[in-house]
């Protein structure tokens, strides 16, 4: 009840003095919270009147600052009214409200309280409230502005726990605002009850809390001067006429403070009993209390001081006046506006006129500066007849005129590249006149083109018919065109006049330049690979009929041959690589220029410095790597020096003008062609920075050398096809042209010889793979004895390999080369170690396996360092064959040697491994069942040095013919495996002597039937009777 009863009188104290009188409230209301049936039905408790501070419309309103102030104008929109209105269950909320017409209203947003997040007070009339967003808005008076603000607060502090955020705000001073405004409203109304009876809707409605609070407060107090204090009359009666200062007042007044401190308890508790009835003592503290009150207080002052204003008739009076007067300033205020209007205008018309006066000025000085520059325009764009007579009729064919045709070339360029703004190039005198000498630039530019297009195809008609230039056996020559060269570098300043002024026709020369001369390039070319391939490369009679191939039909013959009848051809030398087939031999023959020696020469075609020729016999061959190094030594310069010549002549790779080429000394002026005939073209080039150059550039080389990249493929196809191992060589030749041109700007070689490269790698690899096949296959088609063919052909072919690669180690072939060297020697190892446990042409399988084992890897070790090669790859197999033969060689003598000795060998053997043992002694040996003495004399009697003989000779005629099919006088394997034998026997003949010694000591008599010294002299015997058969 009393939360209801301090809400009701809030709502009352804060609908204002002027609740009913107010219309806009009263239309408020009945438009919008008139339903009060409904559980939803609010009760509006005040409202302002606002704008919005908005972005300038057309609809929008100008605030302006204070008088003097430096505040920049605001622009306002329409107004609006917030409505602060609370429910039936005590929410309250803020709502923005739009007037719609005369008398109706619209809610357009809706706040609860809880949603506010700042309020900042901005001066007397703005204010700022942050809730979804900031609003700025804007009353017509700052009272009015206080007032609501004020309100707002009071009720944020009764209905949420935390305020939000307040800035720029005083409230002590914004409540004395607020106090004033209610205690003139309250005296008023104090007054209007002293002179007319106040309307007790109006004093119930605005003082409800107040009134109740002093009458609850009077009550109290008279209760406790009923209950507390003594009589009146006996109060009075202590009082005496002598005034304050008798002793017996003193006496009175002393008994009177006495007496009233338990009184003074008592109020105090009577004050807190009423201050709970009134549910103040448990949520407010003495400063809100009093703020309440002051507030309340405000509020019924406010009320009278209205209610005062309101029954005095001469405030009427007033009123009126004032409104009268207020109308004759407005009128006065509206001729001073029609005034300054008036004035404004005049103003404005005579400042067009100055304007317009000052633009009449300027006008005619432009004008006349305009006709300035138009004849100096006009004069700076003018060419002088004498040049267009020299662009139309002055010749092309001596120097002289070339050199006048380039400065009248130059001079008329200079005019029709000249950069005009829109308005100049649109003027008719300067468009008819560059259209004249666009007239005379393109007459010129297709007169030249034509002449040069006639030259170019006249010059290579004129060689296409010189029978001089013919080539024929022992006569390879790629001829220069030293003289097509000097001519045409000397149209090179208008040929790059052309290239800016007329680029179709540019683009027409260059073709027509590179389709004549591709017509000679390509005869020529061909012609030189067909003498070069035809006439003066050395084949072998069948394809691939070489010794450095593993699947060659030419090992079919006398070198893999076995038998007693096998024809027995000595290769083992490397002296026969270049004594049999002396052409193999690589020569160190370089390309002589053939204007050195003219007397040798019998042909009388055109030799210049740019000649290129192979020096080579009649009837003399070359190796297919080494024509095709030549080959390509001459076809790269060739290419090398015709793209730097026609960059030159193009101008393609430098960024020129006309002008700066006229401004050149060492291109332009007496004797130009001459120095460019002492320029370097055989020179490689930096690579340009220009792509688009260099893409164009190597485009025309495409062309022109169409043929080229045919002819080394075809080349190259048939010297692999004669004989695979030449890929090699003409993949070192390539590779080192590579090197040559890897920093320059020939891209049209640079790709030419990649393509190139990646062909011959590819055959190259395709090679080993057929090799690697071969020797697979050997495995099932080559007898089961002596040195495998592909174990002959490697030494073999490994030199050839070497010889390729000297000094080209860094190479990309170096690589590729031992990268084939690993495969082939594993898996020729694997196909020996294959073929030896499957061996079956020896009596002894075991035996023959190892008799396999010995012959190929003594054979490829040994001939791998006869012939010296030396390769890093091939180390690490070259001391696994020496490992392997030195294991397999000893192994077959132990095994021969025990066949000779097998029943001394298994005596002793037994004998040793009961010592080892440590059954018994070496003294106790003697004592065994199967090893005692007699048993030692009757095995020492088996081998008498007759039969010893006997089993030697025997078993020398098995040792030669195990090792008869390999060719024992070059590699000397069967005295190897003699001596061997040999030196096995007496290091089996001293352990058994040792064994008798230290095992049979009492029979000091029993020794070996025959001696070492017998031994070695029946081994000599043997050998020197075989040695002489």
């Not at 009840?1 to 804060?14: D, E, I, K, P, V």
């Not at 809730?131 to 502090?157: C, G, H, Q």
């Not at 007054?191 to 109006?202: D, E, F, L, Y």
Request: hydrophobic content about 35%; glycine content about 6%.
């Amino acid at each position: 009840m009393a939360s209801s009863r301090s809400r009701g009188a809030l709502t009352a104290s804060m609908a204002g003095p002027k609740a009913k009188d107010d219309p806009v409230r009263q239309q408020l209301i009945q438009a919008l919270f008139a339903d009060s049936s409904s559980s939803t039905a609010e009760t509006m408790m005040t409202y302002v009147k606002i704008y919005e501070e908005e972005k300038a419309g057309k609809d929008m309103k100008v605030l302006a600052g204070k008088k003097g102030s430096t505040e920049r104008t605001k622009m306002l929109s329409k107004p609006r009214y917030l409505c602060l209105t609370v429910k039936s269950n005590g929410k309250v909320r803020l709502h923005k409200v739009k007037k719609t017409s005369a008398t109706s209203y619209h809610i357009g947003r809706t706040w609860h309280l809880d949603e506010i997040k700042s309020i900042e007070n901005v001066d007397a009339r703005r204010w700022t409230v942050v809730i979804n967003r900031p609003y700025a808005w804007v009353t017509d008076a700052p009272e009015l502005k206080s007032d609501f603000m004020m309100m707002l607060l009071k009720v944020l502090r009764s209905n949420l726990k935390r305020l939000p955020t307040l800035i720029n705000i005083d409230e002590p001073a914004l409540a004395t605002q607020f106090n004033v405004a209610r205690e003139a409203a309250a005296g008023t109304s104090n007054r209007s009850q002293r002179a007319a009876p106040i309307p007790g809707g109006i004093a119930n409605s605005t003082g409800s809390f107040v009134q109740d609070f002093e009458n609850r407060l009077s009550i109290q107090t008279e209760r406790m001067k009923r209950s507390a204090a003594p009589s009146s009359s006996s109060l009075n009666s202590g009082i005496t006429p002598g005034g304050a200062n008798s002793p017996r007042s003193d006496q009175s007044g002393a008994r009177m403070i006495e007496e009233q401190e338990p009184l003074d308890e008592i109020a105090l508790l009577n004050l807190e009993e009423l201050l709970y009835d009134m549910d103040l003592a448990s949520s407010e503290d003495g400063v809100a209390l009093e703020t309440r009150l002051m507030n309340e207080l405000s509020a019924l002052e406010m009320t009278n001081v209205y209610s005062i204003i309101e029954s005095d008739e001469r405030i009427k009076d007033v009123m009126s006046e004032l409104d009268k007067g207020i109308e004759e300033l407005d009128d006065m205020d509206s001729w001073l506006s029609l005034y300054r209007q008036e004035l404004d205008s005049m103003g404005d018309d005579i400042r067009q006129i100055e304007s317009q006066n000052r633009g009449l000025q300027v006008q005619t000085s432009n004008q006349a500066s305009l006709l300035r520059e138009l004849e100096n325009l006009l004069l700076s764009i003018t060419i002088p007849d004498s040049v267009l007579e020299t662009l139309k009729k002055e010749s092309l064919e001596r120097d002289s005129s070339i050199r006048r045709l380039e400065e009248a070339s130059a001079e008329i360029q200079d005019v029709l590249l000249t950069k005009f703004d829109e308005d100049v190039a649109g003027m008719s005198a300067v468009h008819n006149r560059m259209e004249h000498y666009s007239f005379h630039c393109d007459n010129f530019a297709g007169r030249l083109f034509e002449f040069l297009r006639t030259k170019i195809q006249n010059q290579a008609d004129h060689y296409l018919n010189d029978k001089q230039r013919s080539l024929s056996k022992g006569y390879l020559v790629m001829f220069g065109y030293q003289v097509v060269e000097r001519y045409f570098i000397a149209y090179r300043g208008l040929i790059l006049w052309l290239r800016e002024m007329d680029s179709r026709r540019f683009t027409d020369l260059q073709m027509q330049y590179v389709n004549n001369m591709n017509r000679l390039y390509r005869k020529e070319i061909k012609e030189f690979f067909n003498i070069l391939s035809t006439h003066h490369v050395a084949k072998l009679e069948k394809p691939d009929d070489s010794e450095f191939v593993f699947g060659s039909s030419y090992h079919g013959g006398g070198i893999i041959a076995r038998g007693g009848t096998a024809i027995r051809e000595s290769l083992s030398s490397p002296s026969d690589l270049t004594g049999r087939i002396p052409w193999r031999k690589r020569s160190t023959r370089e390309i002589q220029d053939p204007n050195v020696n003219p007397s040798t020469r019998s042909h009388t075609g055109d030799l210049g410095e740019s000649s290129r020729k192979i020096e080579v016999g009649q009837e003399e061959k070359l190796s297919i790597d080494e024509a095709f190094a030549q080959a390509l030594t001459i076809m790269t310069a060739l290419a090398s020096r015709e793209q730097n010549y026609m960059s030159d002549l193009f101008t393609l790779t430098k960024m020129m003008s006309m002008r700066m080429f006229l401004d050149d000394p060492q291109l332009n002026g007496n004797g130009s062609t001459a120095k460019y005939a002492q320029l370097d073209l055989e020179t490689q080039r930096k690579p340009t920075l220009d792509l688009k150059s260099s893409k164009r550039l190597a485009q025309l080389m495409g062309i022109l050398f169409d043929g080229l990249s045919v002819e080394l493929n075809n080349f190259a196809e048939m010297g692999v096809k004669n004989e695979s191992i030449q890929c090699v060589g003409m993949l070192i030749s390539v590779e080192r042209a590579q090197k040559e041109i890897v920093d320059s700007d020939q891209g049209f070689l640079i790709t030419m010889l990649a393509q190139l490269h990646t062909k011959l790698v590819g055959m190259f690899e395709k090679y080993v793979e057929e090799q690697l096949k071969f020797i697979e296959e050997a495995r099932s088609k080559t007898k089961r004895k002596g040195v495998l063919p592909f174990m002959r052909i490697f030494p073999r072919f490994a030199q050839r390999m070497e010889a390729l690669l000297e000094g080209n180690e860094s190479t990309e072939a170096r690589q590729l080369i031992s990268a084939a060297y690993d495969k082939l020697v594993r898996v020729m190892f694997e196909s020996t170690e294959a073929l030896a446990k499957e061996t079956v042409d020896f009596d002894d399988k075991e035996q023959g396996s190892h008799v396999v084992n010995i012959e190929n890897m003594h054979h490829f070790y040994s001939e791998m360092r006869l012939r010296k090669v030396k390769v890093t790859k091939l180390e690490s197999y070259m001391k696994y064959a020496k490992t392997s033969y030195e294991s397999h060689l000893e192994t077959y003598v132990r095994g021969v040697v025990r066949r000779s000795l097998s029943k001394l060998l298994d005596f002793f053997d037994g004998v040793e491994g009961l010592v080892k043992t440590k059954t018994s002694a070496s003294e106790d040996v003697g004592f065994h069942l199967t090893y005692n003495k007699a048993a030692l004399k009757k095995v020492v009697a088996l081998y008498p040095p007759s039969v010893v003989r006997k089993d030697l000779l025997h078993l020398y005629r098995k040792v030669e013919k195990h090792f008869a099919s390999s060719d024992e006088e070059q590699e000397g394997l069967l005295q190897v495996a003699w001596r061997g034998i040999q030196e096995e026997f007496i290091r089996q003949h001293e352990r058994f002597s040792r064994l008798i010694r230290e095992c049979y000591p009492a029979e000091a008599n029993v020794q070996m039937e025959f001696s070492v010294q017998e031994l070695l002299g029946f081994f000599s015997e043997i050998a020197k009777s075989h040695q002489y058969s």
